[in-house]
């Protein structure tokens, strides 16, 4: 991959009709769909701009972008698709706003919504097989190691659980790691004291069916763990610290979203991205910002080496 010095003179000049083309295709793929009557046959209306479309049954008009999680943007499409590459490598919004020539408010707006839509795609995939499954917290005890004391003053521990499925190999081939107290998080267990309800509450939620179905392996915190779920976790914590400084809570969970997108698709990052932006519904500004979620503390407690044979053996 190239550095952050070299990057400029990778981002692809993308042509503006070939992005629409790319669009088009990821938010109708079996053709185009009046959203009002399902119409499959459209005008091209050039009246009042690009990329707008009139059902030739009822007549209703509705635009590329309209019921996306692009809608209103006036930044061209071919900045859109030269943030999605980008976001293969996982930048900020400060470069980003440098290299693809647009103010830091947009670029930021852009990398979150692009987040939302890999939240979603992360959503509608649970993990399954032989699980490993860790309790840990970000910006405590690995701030110690990848981040400057700074950062170690200004983040407060926050619960995170790690959850790997391995294939038959024991690769990894699918990550999740969920904020507890974060929008994905168990609300279920807010007030509790242990970790181990965070745990249980996380298979619930993420996992299909909603119970661990093969091996469960719940693993013991650690920085010198060699899990692949130990592993992972560094990684994640690694990257915020290099590229961001490290993350405070209220956006935690967008950025570890987003990185294990990225280490699930690898080479499929931009293809998925793409598909993800047509697929996903709008999401409007104050629902993108949010509310400042909470921080407590939680003591990672397990249960009984007896019991948890007994429920994940």
């Known amino acids: 991959m190239p ?4 990057i400029q003179d990778y981002v692809p000049a993308y042509n503006e009709e070939d992005c ?3 669009l088009f295709a990821a938010k109708w793929p079996d053709g185009f769909r009046c959203p ?10 050039t009246s009042r701009g690009r ?18 999680v692009l809608e209103g943007t006036r930044t061209p499409l071919s900045k859109w698709f030269q943030a999605m590459f980008l976001m293969q ?3 900020s919004a400060k470069l980003l706003a440098k290299l693809i020539s647009v103010t830091y408010k947009t670029a930021w707006l852009i990398n979150h919504k692009l987040r939302h839509a890999i939240g979603e795609w992360d959503r509608g995939r649970p993990l399954a097989g032989d699980l490993q499954l860790l309790g840990e917290y970000y910006g405590y005890e690995y701030h110690r190691y990848f981040s400057s004391q700074f950062v170690q003053g200004e983040l407060r521990p926050q619960p995170v659980v790690v959850g790997v499925s391995l294939d038959d190999t024991g690769d990894v081939a699918h990550v999740k790691m969920k904020a507890v107290d974060g929008p994905e998080g168990d609300s279920a ?3 509790g004291t242990g970790g181990e309800e965070s745990v249980e509450c996380f298979v619930q939620n993420h996992v299909a069916g909603g119970e661990a179905t093969g091996h469960a392996e719940l693993l013991q915190r650690g920085h010198h763990g060699r899990s692949r779920a130990h592993h992972a976790w560094r990684e994640a914590v690694r990257w915020l610290a290099r590229t961001f400084g490290g ?29 993800s932006c047509g697929m996903t519904k709008t999401i409007t500004y104050r629902r993108l910002v949010g509310a400042r979620s909470g921080v407590r503390p939680i003591k990672w407690v397990f249960r009984p080496p007896a019991r948890h044979q007994q429920r994940t053996g």
């Not at 009002?36 to 209306?45: D, E, G, I, N, S």
């Not at 990329?51 to 996306?68: I, M, P, Y």
């Not at 405070?248 to 793409?274: D, S, W």
């Open 51 to 68: 990329h707008l479309f009139e059902c030739r049954s009822c007549a209703h008009q509705t635009s590329l972008t309209a019921g996306t």
């Open 20 to 22: 629409a083309g790319a």
């Open 189 to 191: 267990i807010r007030g």
């Open 36 to 45: 009002r009557c399902a119409h499959p046959h459209f005008y091209m209306v």
């Open 247 to 275: 993350i405070g809570p209220k956006h935690l969970q967008a950025y570890l979203n987003e990185f294990c997108f990225r280490r699930i698709c690898r080479n499929e990052v931009l293809t998925e991205l793409i598909t």
């Open 3 to 6: 550095n952050r010095f070299s």
């Open 89 to 91: 490598l996982g930048i």
